[in-house]
């Protein structure tokens, strides 16, 4: 699900800088252009391998949901939110409900992209009887800067691990 993840960001982000260079043409009397739209998902069940858990069938959809604001004096801000949840069933009977929750956000001017997200993992693990047995959840966040296409400015919030995922 991450990769469908990056592949939304990544589109929404092209829209935002093709936008921005339309947008640093406009007359300065223009209106800001502001577009909302929303992305789903569906994932097909696949076979996942663990070295912790096991062997496995995942399946779950995610849902990127954005606003992008294009303003006339040539910058562009798209905020959006990803939604993902999923279930893994294991070989052995037991199974993960899981998800995760994304907000990010992009600034674009005169060839400058900057990319905010603040991300959660969670994981419920359930025996093959349906009794709850752990619980993991992981947080990051991560900035960068990207500047006529160089990545100038990297940083990553420490990731936080509670619990356990399998």
């Known amino acids: 699900m991450k990769r469908v993840r990056r592949l939304a960001l990544l589109t929404a982000a ?9 947008a640093m043409t406009a007359s300065a009397s223009a209106a800001a252009v502001v ?15 663990s070295d912790n858990c096991g ?3 995942i399946s779950g959809t995610d849902t990127f949901t954005y606003t992008s604001v294009q303003t006339p004096t040539g910058g562009s801000h798209i905020a959006g ?3 993902a949840n999923g279930r893994i ?28 997200e603040a991300h959660v993992d969670f994981a419920d ?8 047995e752990s619980q993991g959840t992981f ?17 990553f919030d420490y990731p936080h691990i509670r619990g356990t995922f399998c």
């Open 35 to 49: 577009t909302r739209g929303s992305v789903t998902t569906i994932g097909v069940p696949e076979p996942i391998q």
């Open 55 to 57: 062997t496995g069938i």
């Open 14 to 22: 092209a829209v935002v800088a093709v936008g921005a260079t339309a």
């Open 139 to 155: 947080r990051s966040t991560e900035h960068i800067t990207v500047t006529n296409g160089v990545v100038v400015r990297v940083a």
């Open 125 to 132: 693990n359930y025996s093959a009887d349906g009794v709850l």
């Open 89 to 116: 069933d294991w070989s052995d009977g037991s199974y993960s409900l899981l998800g995760s929750t994304d907000h990010s956000a992009f600034n674009v001017a005169a060839g400058t992209v900057v990319y905010t």
């Open 81 to 83: 939110s990803d939604v």
